[in-house]
């Protein structure tokens, strides 16, 4: 079935950006394929990254670990949301390990799964998940993969920084573990102090900068392409769109996108956003609707109906048009894309 919209995937990109993670942290790095790998596919995010040499995955869920299918014998897959009271079963027929963050996850896996490995997530900071410092006798027992935390303001010079690394690293002296992992994509930017065994970027490997010191360094990973559902010519005093909130100061031409909030192109683009042909600039001319956006194509004589244009997707100008953090943006990209 024809689909008029594209998600372009650049593997090499994907890939360049891990090794350049790697390099910059100085120790094992691993990959965030949750959110079915930020949004491009985990299959393909996997895939691409075990051939660049990456062993380490990390999902949120039980059913997310299960969709990435085989792996390496030498691949592991942790899942950071743990094990909850549904999840046993599921837990117990797979091979990944869960990432046990509360005292009642820690008592469940004891008794379902008692001396079967497990990785464990401490709170040094971030108050989300994890067993918090008056908590960690009740780690007694357990066979520890990897100790993890998770920085709450990596992408920010915070003074939590350093705080969260200084409680980690005490924690990480007094927690018999094999590993110790506290930086993700913006940790690792902070230096190698924060590096300790296993890194575990996720944003930057999709073509985020988390902070300045990784623009130059990160590539575009995800190319979003629409097709043109038609071309017209909007009179001078004429509107587009919902809202009527541009009027056409003379005749313009327009082309509507077979694109909208839908899929993740966020209303936040209205007015901001723009496509891309043959070197052309093709600004957003109204409101994004759910389905349609409409695109100024007047620098694009050629345009006609069925033909495609490339969006705007680098990720942090992206983020200033829309007012949506990256995240979002890789994350919110829709079912309604082929990906390849």
């Not at 780690?139 to 939590?160: E, F, K, R, V, Y």
């Not at 979003?224 to 509107?239: F, Y």
Request: aromatic share 6%.
């Amino acid at each position: 079935m024809h689909r008029p919209l594209r998600l372009r995937i650049d593997t090499a990109a994907l890939a360049a950006n891990w090794r350049w993670l790697a390099d910059r942290s100085g120790t094992a790095c691993g990959a965030a394929v949750k959110a079915d790998g930020y949004g491009i596919g985990s299959r393909l995010a996997v895939d691409t990254l075990v051939t660049a040499g990456c062993r380490d995955f990390f999902v949120a869920t039980w059913d997310e670990a299960d969709r990435l299918g085989p792996l390496p014998e030498d691949a592991s897959v942790s899942i950071l949301h743990g094990v909850g009271p549904d999840d046993i079963s599921a837990a117990l027929a797979s091979t990944a390990r869960p990432v046990l963050s509360s005292i009642e996850q820690v008592a469940r896996w004891k008794q379902v799964a008692p001396g079967r490995t497990c990785d464990l997530m401490v709170d040094t900071g971030m108050n989300r998940l994890g067993l918090r410092p008056e908590q960690l006798a009740a780690a007694d027992g357990l066979h520890i993969d990897t100790l993890m935390s998770h920085l709450a303001c990596a992408d920010q010079d915070h003074p939590l920084n350093d705080t969260q690394l200084a409680r980690f690293q005490g924690i990480a002296a007094a927690i018999p573990a094999r590993r110790a992992s506290l930086a993700n994509s913006a940790g690792i930017c902070l230096g190698r102090d924060y590096s300790f065994d296993l890194v575990r970027p996720g944003l930057a490997l999709y073509g985020g900068s988390p902070r300045a010191e990784a623009v130059g360094h990160i590539a575009q990973v995800a190319f979003p392409q629409a097709q043109i559902v038609q071309r017209r010519i909007v009179p001078a005093g004429e509107s587009i769109g919902y809202g009527a909130t541009f009027v056409a100061a003379a005749e313009t031409q327009v082309a509507i996108l077979n694109l909208g909030y839908a899929d993740g192109y966020w209303r936040g683009f209205s007015g901001t956003g723009s496509a891309t042909h043959d070197g052309a600039t093709l600004p957003i001319v109204g409101r994004v609707s759910m389905d349609l956006i409409a695109i100024d194509c007047g620098a694009a004589p050629a345009l006609r109906e069925g033909d495609w244009v490339d969006i705007a997707y680098d990720l942090p100008t992206a983020s200033a048009a829309s007012g949506m953090s990256q995240y979002e943006l890789l994350t919110g990209l829709g079912g309604r894309f082929d990906r390849d």
